[in-house]
């Protein structure tokens, strides 16, 4: 059986906008990853890896299509 | 249409029902979503004459039409109403999480009517929608409710919530509504009207799918948007003291066209706080009460604000939802405030009310009056202006120290401001008296004070001086909601690039002398009127205004509803329903009785008398010239303000009846 896909997120391209967490029916995206830009943004990432369904509606939600659907 | 969820949901909270209402798609066509649904829901459903308190006023919370559909900077939701503060159309919008929550549970729109008989929150979920008591929050702040909510839902998506803290409840004049453990819909007194129904929270947890007719487009335009953002990186050598050298070029006698995009970089590094040094130089700060200037707070002063020792405390910065810029920021406050850890970076607003206006200088009083303000619900702007108002009174002896309970209110006492802004979040003492803003406390205070009660029709002005900015001016004195500093102003229209894609928007790409600006002309005027347009259809979508200052060329504001909603209609067609919105909102206040001559800025802020020093020394504006010609470039009656039959026949606004009189249904939603 295929593994189930995950967001991956292309860091240099995210803008930290917060568009995919609230897309996220499960809530398992949340802005907190830091120390990758000088701004001290805080970026998403997956914090409870074990609620995602691997819908993809975050990655759909995404305004600058930085977020892929990959097999973890 | 797609980008809209085509239904408004209708809660009234006496009776405790709810009614999903659809709307029609030529509703969305003629007023787009956010604001624009809003004024035409309110126009028809809250009576001529409604107490802004009682159960008639209908408090609205709406999503921009652009929330959610893939486009950035779209992520703004609009609370209006009637106004207690102003007694006539009231709103206020905020950034956050809360503007796609409302669309993700199906509606475009909630309207709460009628008065609760006892503390509720409104709870949207899985479940429907329902309300649930609220006494063990009652009396509590905004932000301690919001994370005691959130513990309710410790598991799975994270609700979007909505909140009052007890300024709000002791209906304050002056508070407002906040999402995000303090961000603020602050003006207009929006809280007091929730407070009023004993609605003490919102909470959305939905998950419905936001349409879009051509995701692929917006998106490319978000792309290329945040590509250009991206590139707005200050150099690390260039620090917040260098800041008023900016403000010096701003200030300029000749205005030099600018591309906007660069405020990008300065909102990334500081956020709105880069004006404390900016426009102190430049005149931009009111200071003293609108009565002083650098000469009464110069350098040694306003550098103490420098953004870069508010930055210093930042442990994170905080992006609204769909916002690539992020000008917020979270601020470790420990050791400042007691029991405190971190605290939302203050606006620029909150740092120029509580530190030039009053002459204070002390940034870690900064932080608490933004903190107690958070808290309790009050609108800093207002309450700052409000202080400000009582240390004049008390300087020229129209209170004394009996009055204030012992604060020796003089300018600059920093312990006294924090003291002060306490009483008025806690109704107490000369703090009840100040609560509703400076109107009332003069009315209430009497002596003549009212020379001292800086406002525009009841509303507090933004911390923008418009002695620097007639156009400024004209919005804080004709708007429908008086006082507003983000409506339109010379500073944001000449690099909004609006007529790149609107010709009847006059150009501004040539230097020109920054004394024009101070001539009651056709041509400033129609700036206006094309500023205050633009702005409807922002709040409409659920725009930011940040977004617009980098320039429409940019942030393709137009091209994004096209392609969201499906519809060709292009940007005049968009600045046509800007005009209808703007006119609806006018509309609004005559049928409430609200005489549009009687919202006219304090005469202060006209330079009337010009003040005598430092760089806005002797200017002066033609306010009654400026308006009028406002209002006759709108078609409004240019005597009056009372938009004109033949304007209202080209806008297929509402007919009237009398002097406005009853209207049909302006919005297409059925009655209930």
């Known amino acids: 059986m295929p593994e189930k896909k995950k967001p991956v997120v292309d860091y240099v391209r995210c803008m930290a906008c917060g568009a995919c967490v609230p897309a996220c029916p499960a809530g398992c995206i949340a802005l907190t990853r830091q120390g990758l830009d000088r701004y001290r943004n805080a970026f998403p990432e997956l914090g409870t890896p074990g609620s995602c369904t691997g819908c993809g509606l975050c990655a759909r939600a995404c305004p600058v299509e930085c977020i892929a659907m990959a097999e973890a | ?672």
Not at chain 2, 293 to 312: C, E
Not at chain 2, 364 to 390: H, K, P
Not at chain 2, 408 to 435: C, S
């Open chain 2, 1 to 672: 249409m797609k980008a809209c969820m085509g239904k408004v949901l209708r809660v009234d909270l006496g009776a405790r029902s709810f009614e999903e209402v659809p709307v029609p798609d030529e509703s969305y066509r003629k007023y787009l979503g956010g604001l624009g649904l809003a004024a035409a829901i309110l126009y028809d459903e809250i009576p001529a004459g409604a107490d802004p308190l009682g159960p008639d006023n209908v408090l609205c919370f709406s999503s921009g039409l652009l929330t959610g559909t893939g486009s950035v900077m779209t992520g703004r939701w609009m609370v209006s109403c009637k106004s207690p503060l102003t007694g006539g159309w009231g709103d206020a919008n905020c950034g956050g999480t809360f503007s796609p929550a409302i669309k993700q549970c199906g509606w475009d729109a909630i309207l709460f009517r009628g008065v609760a008989s006892g503390p509720v929150i409104f709870v949207a979920d899985a479940k429907g929608p329902r309300l649930e008591d609220a006494s063990d929050l009652w009396g509590r702040d905004a932000i301690e409710t919001e994370e005691a909510l959130l513990a309710r839902w410790p598991e799975g998506k994270k609700p979007a919530i909505a909140t009052i803290g007890q300024a709000a409840e002791r209906l304050s004049l002056i508070s407002g509504i906040s999402n995000d453990l303090g961000r603020y819909a602050a003006r207009s007194g929006v809280g007091a009207v929730m407070g009023s129904k004993r609605l003490k929270a919102v909470v959305l947890r939905g998950n419905r799918p936001i349409s879009c007719a051509d995701p692929a487009t917006v998106k490319a335009i978000s792309r290329a948007y945040s590509d250009k953002v991206r590139k707005q990186n200050l150099p690390r050598l260039f620090k917040g003291r260098f800041l008023p050298l900016l403000g010096k070029a701003l200030g300029m006698k000749q205005v030099i066209p600018m591309d906007g995009i660069m405020s990008a970089g300065i909102l990334r590094r500081w956020g709105t706080i880069y004006n404390n040094l900016a426009g102190a130089v430049n005149g931009d700060s009111p200071m003293k009460n609108w009565g002083g200037s650098v000469a009464d707070f110069g350098p040694r002063h306003y550098q103490r604000l420098d953004p870069d020792r508010f930055i210093s405390r930042e442990t994170r910065k905080y992006h609204c939802y769909s916002c690539v810029i992020g000008c917020g920021g979270v601020l470790d406050v420990s050791g400042v405030i007691p029991g405190v850890k971190h605290s939302h970076k203050p606006e620029y607003e909150t740092a120029c009310a509580f530190g030039a206006l009053c002459l204070n200088d002390d940034l870690e009083t900064v932080l608490r009056c933004n903190e107690i303000c958070n808290r309790s619900g009050l609108d800093t702007i207002s309450a700052g202006t409000t202080v400000a108002f009582a240390i004049e009174c008390f300087e020229n002896g129209l209170l004394t120290k009996e009055d204030s309970g012992g604060l020796e209110l003089h300018w600059g006492n920093a312990k006294a401001i924090v003291a002060l802004l306490e009483l008025m979040a806690r109704r107490e003492g000369l703090g009840d008296i100040l609560a509703d803003g400076t109107r009332v406390a003069a009315r209430r205070i009497g002596k003549g004070s009212e020379r001292y009660a800086i406002h525009a029709g009841g509303q507090e002005p933004g911390m923008h001086d418009s002695r620097m900015d007639p156009m400024m001016g004209v919005a804080f004195s004709a708007d429908p909601t008086p006082g507003r500093h983000t409506i339109s102003a010379s500073v944001y229209y000449n690099v909004s690039h609006v007529w790149d894609d609107v010709p009847w928007a006059p150009a501004s790409t040539r230097i020109y002398p920054k004394s024009e600006e101070y001539e009651a002309t056709d041509r400033e005027a129609d700036k206006s009127v094309a500023g205050a347009c633009l702005k409807q259809v922002i709040d409409a979508a659920g725009g930011c205004l940040f977004a617009l200052t980098t320039g429409v060329q940019h942030w393709r504001i137009f091209d994004y509803l096209d392609a969201a909603t499906g519809e060709k209609r292009g940007a005049e067609a968009y600045m046509e329903t800007g005009r209808r919105i703007q006119t609806l909102r006018q509309l609004f206040n005559v049928k409430q009785g609200l005489d549009p001559r009687t919202t006219i800025m304090h005469k202060r802020m006209a330079g009337v008398p010009p003040l005598k020093d430092g760089p806005l020394a002797g200017a002066t504006v033609p306010i009654g010239d400026m308006v009028s010609n406002y209002w006759r470039r709108f078609g409004w009656d240019p005597v009056t303000g009372i938009p004109l039959p033949a304007t209202l026949e080209a806008l297929s606004l509402p007919g009237t009846d009398g002097a406005i009189g009853a209207t049909k249904t302006a919005a297409g939603t059925e009655a209930s």
